[in-house]
């Protein structure tokens, strides 16, 4: 039984891991992605919102 539960408990670590260093990742891209407009300020900006699904 111990195993079992070791495993369940890696499984939930690695996957909340996972999620975190995902959502870290996409918010980074995002940022970059406006800092960028911001830089080029010739882009318009909805095709960035439609992009992300907004």
Do not use: Y
């Not at 369940?8 to 260093?21: G, H, Q």
């Amino acid at each position: 039984m111990h195993t079992i539960i070791k495993d369940v408990v890696f499984i939930t670590l690695a996957v909340a891991v996972f999620v975190l260093v995902f959502r870290c990742a996409r918010q980074a891209v995002v940022s970059l992605t406006q800092w960028h407009q911001r830089r080029g300020a010739g882009k318009p900006v909805d095709n960035v919102l439609s992009a992300r699904g907004e």
